[in-house]
């Protein structure tokens, strides 16, 4: 069964900073790029950040571009989201999506930027 | 950026009947490499997003035969044949032709 399991989400404080995981299961993980998207509370859904197989290859939205850091280790099966200074617009929950078809997607985990 | 617009933002069916979702692009999504990455996603209530039609009219695994996807360079078509409870909730388009990824608005569906 393709599992995706997402992690490190949390209360912060503006300017803070959290580091999201997602580890993946059921799928050769290796195999498929990776995404972040985000979704506020009662919005629509935003694409994030984009890591290829390899790693080679990384792209941010620019609403994020030079605050948020993706990566993934192919040899744990996870990859991660180094999110920093921290606006109350970063408000949302936090899904990692595999393949560029978006074909699995985990649960999420809820970021809440708030004083 | 692709902005995707669809159409329309909310629809309500009757059960047993079919429904229908547009969604345009700004731009062709067809990719260099001859592939057309627009798909569509169900979003059940308190669910995150499901992939059910990639590459325009490929049904995912596992999604049921009543849904199909068609369309060409930037204009794209859900067709749900006939609406049954479990499909209710919200529908994005979403292109992965062109970076930055975009999604639509989503369009709700719900039973009248």
């Known amino acids: 069964e393709v599992q995706l399991v997402e992690s490190g989400g949390g209360l912060v404080q503006p300017g803070g900073s959290l580091r999201l995981s997602c580890a993946a299961s059921?799928?050769?993980?290796?195999?498929?790029?990776m995404n972040w998207v985000r979704q506020a509370p009662g919005k629509g859904l935003e694409w994030v950040s984009y890591?290829?197989?390899?790693?080679?290859?990384?792209y941010y939205a620019d609403s994020v571009k030079g605050r948020f850091t993706i990566s993934r280790d192919n040899a744990k099966n996870s990859l991660y989201l180094q999110v920093n200074s921290l606006r109350a617009e970063d408000t949302a929950v936090y899904y990692c999506?595999?393949?560029?078809?978006?074909?699995?997607w985990g649960q999420g985990t809820l970021v809440t930027v708030s004083s | 950026d692709i902005v995707m617009t669809q159409t329309p933002l909310s629809s309500p069916v009757t059960l047993g009947q079919p429904a229908s979702i547009s969604c345009r692009s700004s731009?062709?999504?067809?990719?260099?490499?001859?592939?057309?990455?627009l798909s569509w996603l169900q979003q059940r209530p308190g669910q995150p997003p499901r992939l059910l039609i990639h590459?325009?009219?490929n049904r995912f695994s596992g999604v049921p035969d009543r849904f199909s996807g068609s369309g060409a360079g930037t204009d794209f078509t859900l067709k749900i044949s006939r609406v049954e409870a479990e499909d209710v909730g919200v529908y994005y388009c979403?292109?992965?032709?062109?970076?930055?990824?975009?999604f639509g608005q989503g369009t709700k569906l719900e039973i009248k």
């Open positions: 999506a595999a393949g560029v078809n978006k074909d699995y």
């Open positions: 059921g799928f050769t993980f290796s195999s498929y790029t």
């Open positions: 890591i290829s197989t390899s790693s080679s290859t990384i």
């Open positions: 731009q062709s999504l067809v990719h260099s490499d001859g592939n057309t990455y």
């Open positions: 590459k325009i009219s």
């Open positions: 979403t292109q992965a032709t062109q970076f930055p990824y975009t």
